[in-house]
């Protein structure tokens, strides 16, 4: 992956919440023994948070509020958000992020080039139905949402209250890599983010209101889940002709070994691969977010197709 030197990057829509960035309450503590998988959508709807998390002796939703909670905690929609941007630590980590070639040199530079993509990918896509997502925040430790407290434990995750994404950068290394053994390279944050912007895209498109909390390789979580694969794979199918605010193309470069990478990391955080690496066995009934096949199965015909469609997963027969 290699960015245009030349193109204008906006960092207005990523920010950083810091060294557990606090404040708003909820419940999502962290605590030993849970692996963070990337997709977790977090519930809004005066709701503390449901966010799906991979534990050592089972895949579960984990309810802020104590006990397995199911469905997305009352949906969520696109009700306005509550966590103003100016709370954010002032860190400063992305005003140096200015142009493509600054993307090329730096990764925090780089997640701010694949916002932009993505922005621009979406908006010529939906059309006046888009409705950006309101920011990427990294953090590290812990960070309050409007969907609750959440802490490095739950992964990447998507916040429908605020629409906003959420990741501790460090996930990619110390999780996905150290203890999946998924792949370490360029592309593989940018499959995760993509991935994560596809749960904003359902929530615009209203398919996160079809989850009702029932599990399995068919379950509506699951088809969440994959539908935002697919989306994924819509993006990397055109990313390099997404442009900036002057027309300058953002990505000037996606490689066969860069698709590779994507469909490695979607397997890597497949149900059955977790299972079997965390507990030796594989129990489908309890899949929240898919198979590795399903999920490299479904960015492919994201990739492939590229049409919403093509990844409307709550309308095929079987996913």
Known sequence: MRFNPKARLDSSRVGDAGRGGGGLGGGLGGGGGRIPIPGGVAGG??????????????IQ?????????????????????????????????????????????????ARVAVENSLRDFWSDTLGPDFRPADMIVTFTGS??????????AVGPFYCPSDRRIYL????????????????????????????????????????????????????????LELQADCFAGMWARVATTTEDADGNVLLAELTDDDIRLA??????????????????????????HGSAEQRQRWFRTGYEQGSMEACDTFGAASV
């Open 45 to 58: 709807g005066g709701v503390v948070g449901v966010i799906i998390v991979v534990v050592f002796v089972a």
């Open 61 to 109: 939703l984990f309810s802020g509020s104590g006990g397995g909670g199911g469905g997305l905690g009352g949906g969520g929609g696109l009700g306005g958000s509550t966590l103003d941007a100016s709370r954010l630590n002032d860190s400063e980590r992305y005003t140096s992020c200015r142009t493509g070639e600054d993307a090329n040199r730096s990764a925090d530079c």
């Open 143 to 152: 960070v309050a949402t409007s969907c609750g407290e959440a802490s490095s």
């Open 168 to 223: 501790d950068s460090g996930f990619f290394d110390e999780v996905l890599e150290r203890q999946l053994g998924g792949p370490d390279g360029g592309f593989v944050e940018p499959y995760v983010l993509a991935h994560e912007y596809g749960h904003h895209v359902s929530n615009l498109i209203g398919t996160i209101g079809q989850v009702r909390g029932d599990r399995g390789p068919q379950s509506s979580g699951v088809r």
């Open 263 to 288: 469909l490695d990391a979607a397997a890597a955080v497949g149900d059955d691969r977790i299972q079997q690496k965390t507990t030796g066995q594989v129990d489908q009934e309890s899949w929240t």
